[in-house]
């Protein structure tokens, strides 16, 4: 590879890196061509971008980013790595599981995770990372919580006065048969 192809692999990555807020870092060294190719669809199906490059040329896009922000990542850069990124935090989580149960194994490996800002290091948390909530989750449960309390208020405003409506028509109608 050519000092400008490397650069401009740099340049990809950074903007890669720049885009999305949430990837992935998986090693697939023990997994066939054909378990590669089939992961990849998979990936373009759920709209997660998968990449595989140089550890080094990773590290040095990082770096030129902000090299404090991701301190945390660059031990997980060896082996073979394949980037996955994707606006879903969880999507990619979830490719990965699935992936593993349909091949019965435990490739891919998760090497690190960054998710808005949050470290997330080794396979063990790939689990955690599955169940993490979407953005419009927790909106939807924020607007679910909202509406509750409101929901109570109006049906007991309208029982009581369903209550009062039909209380004053009997008081009405033993007032006029007299």
């Keep these: 590879m050519t ?9 990809l990555l950074k903007g890669k890196f720049e885009q999305y807020n949430n990837f992935y870092i998986t090693d697939t060294e023990s997994l066939s061509v054909e378990q590669v190719g089939k992961l990849r669809r998979t990936c373009f199906d759920k709209s997660v971008e998968m990449k595989v490059a140089k ?6 896009a990082l770096e030129s980013l902000d090299s404090e922000k991701y301190a945390g990542i660059y031990d997980s850069l060896h082996k073979v790595t394949a980037l996955m990124f994707s606006e879903n935090p969880k999507e990619p989580a979830l490719i990965l599981s699935s992936f593993r149960k ?19 290091e080794g396979d063990a948390q790939l689990k955690a990372l ?3 909530k979407t953005k419009n989750e927790l909106i939807g449960e924020v607007i679910g ?5 409101a929901k109570r208020v109006l049906a007991a405003l309208l029982h009581h006065h369903e209550q009062q409506a039909g ?8 007032a006029t048969a007299e």
């Design 3 to 11: 000092k400008d192809q490397k650069n401009e692999v740099i340049e």
């Design 55 to 60: 550890n080094t040329l990773i590290r040095k």
């Design 102 to 120: 349909e091949g019965n194994g435990d490739k891919p490996v998760l090497k690190a995770a960054f998710i808005n800002g949050d470290i997330y």
């Design 130 to 132: 599955t169940q993490i």
């Design 145 to 149: 919580l909202l509406q509750s309390p």
């Design 167 to 174: 209380g004053s028509t009997e008081a009405e109608a033993p």
